[in-house]
């Protein structure tokens, strides 16, 4: 797998919510001057993966070669609404992204995952139709709050996730927003930046009074639902 140009590199940080002062104390004192770039989002996630938990499997075996499949979506609606596609591919410390984007996806408690795969793979090319057909089970949907931070020099991105769901998807024909899987309070701090851009990152977090965690959502997801 060849590392795109555009590739980028994320570090990410797990905090107790009880902490979640400290993080935003360390925004706002920052040399780098970071500001709130865009209104917060709510954000929810369709994580595909095989039957045989392969995007899950790699990740516990530490591949430095892998790949999830998510769906996204924003707004109030637990419901899959249009959103993206989304491949995320990683190799060793760089990541980036395929997109597929779905302009009409109307569903409700009765609409299917069938049909859902149906109606995204109508919508989206050869490639993305591929994906979704090598990794065809929807294991779980989360959902969270995202709070946006850019540095004044537009380097660096921050992203604070807040109040995480969880629906377990593996067991019936219709997605379940209804019964949750039990999480911990916590506060997922993630630093974004180009893989130019490794030396100012490291300075940038160097003084965060939280220690670095290696935290994937969809791992911690799946360990609160199997």
Not at 207 to 216: F, T
Request: proline share 4%; charged share 25%; aromatic share 12%.
């Amino acid at each position: 797998m060849l590392v795109p140009e555009g590739s980028r590199q994320e570090i990410k940080f797990v905090t107790n919510l009880r902490d979640a002062d400290v993080v935003y104390q360390w925004l706002r004192l920052h040399p780098l001057a970071f500001t709130e770039a865009y209104p917060m989002r709510i954000v929810h996630n369709i994580y595909f993966d095989t039957y045989e938990y392969s995007a899950y499997a790699e990740n516990l075996a530490g591949v430095s070669d892998r790949t999830k499949v998510r769906y996204r979506w924003y707004g109030d609606s637990l419901l899959p609404q249009a959103g993206k596609l989304e491949i995320k591919q990683k190799r060793n410390q760089f990541g980036w992204k395929l997109l597929y984007k779905v302009n009409d996806l109307a569903t409700n408690e009765q609409t299917t995952w069938k049909q859902i795969r149906q109606s995204i793979r109508s919508q989206i090319d050869h490639e993305g139709a591929l994906w979704l057909d090598q990794n065809p089970w929807a294991v779980m949907i989360n959902h969270y709050r995202r709070y946006y931070y850019l540095s004044a020099c537009g380097r660096i991105r921050v992203t604070l996730d807040f109040d995480q769901m969880v629906w377990d998807q593996r067991k019936g024909p219709r997605p379940n927003v209804r019964l949750k899987a039990n999480l911990p309070e916590t506060v997922v701090v993630e630093c974004k930046f180009d893989r130019k851009e490794r030396d100012l990152a490291t300075q940038v977090l160097n003084g965060l009074p939280i220690r670095v965690a290696r935290h994937s959502k969809y791992m911690n997801a799946v360990t609160a639902i199997i």
